[in-house]
T-cell receptor, first 115, second 109 residues
Framework: GAGVSQSPRYKVAKRGQDVALRCDPI?????LFWYQQALGQGPEFLTY????????KSGLPSDRFFAERPEGSVSTLKIQRTQQEDSAVYLC?????????????FGSGTQLSVL | DQQVKQNSPSLSVQEGRISILNCDYT??????FLWYKKYPAEGPTFLIS?????DKNEDGRFTVFLNKSAKHLSLHIVPSQPGDSAVYFC????????FGQGTRLTINP
């Protein structure tokens, strides 16, 4: 596709449930990022991949959060045993180059609500 | 520790006038600064950027100014149009992008 695609668009989970969020980056983009955006806040960095290598996961809030990009294309963000504080919009972004500081192209996000 | 701050949560400007959005940062290692625009239910979209070696970058109605000594940047939109109504995020990078909290800009007809 032409842009970054994320699915599902909305996800409602019961507390304690596991969820998986998918990101399809722009074809050929080397770098892929996950951000978490709480209501009324700016996006906060979670993790970064260069191809299939996860180079930075310093933003993951706990060991319940896990991300993978096994073939250097599609990425999945998994949250185990969801808690109410996990409710947020999860944004995926990709970029053509190998660094993390340049222009990113964002998907529309997955809005996660944990009840 | 908020490394990038946008102290104005909202701004209202009359159509045709200038909109000025401000951003402050604390990390002197940041070498690249960007502004993103976000409409409801969409992801942020890139608007304009500036390298730390410059103090001004212009693209049509949008100009970004960087004052490194003050660790301050601003986005000027002139003339403002109703379609400019959105949330604007300032972002700064060294190895990864760090975002501010956003400013909601409303352009009144």
């Amino acid at each position: 596709g032409a842009g970054v695609s994320q699915s599902p668009r909305y996800k409602v989970a019961k507390r304690g449930q596991d969820v998986a969020l998918r990101c399809d980056p722009i074809s050929g983009h080397v770098s892929l990022f996950w951000y978490q955006q709480a209501l009324g806040q700016g996006p906060e960095f979670l993790t970064y991949f260069q191809n299939e290598a996860q180079l930075d996961k310093s933003g993951l809030p706990s060991d319940r959060f896990f991300a993978e990009r096994p073939e250097g294309s599609v990425s999945t963000l998994k949250i185990q045993r969801t808690q109410q504080e996990d409710s947020a919009v999860y944004l995926c972004a990709s970029s053509l180059r190998r660094t993390g500081g340049e222009k990113l192209f964002f998907g529309s996000g997955t809005q996660l609500s944990v009840l | 520790d908020q490394q990038v701050k946008q102290n104005s949560p909202s701004l209202s400007v009359q159509e045709g006038r200038i909109s000025i959005l401000n951003c402050d940062y604390t990390n002197s290692m940041f070498d690249y600064f960007l502004w993103y625009k976000k409409y409801p239910a969409e992801g942020p979209t890139f608007l304009i950027s500036i390298s730390s070696i410059k103090d001004k970058n212009e693209d049509g109605r949008f100009t970004v100014f960087l004052n490194k000594s003050a660790k301050h940047l601003s986005l000027h939109i002139v003339p403002s149009q109703p379609g400019d109504s959105a949330v604007y995020f300032c972002a700064a990078s060294s190895a990864k992008l760090v975002f501010g909290q956003g400013t909601r800009l409303t352009i009144n007809p």
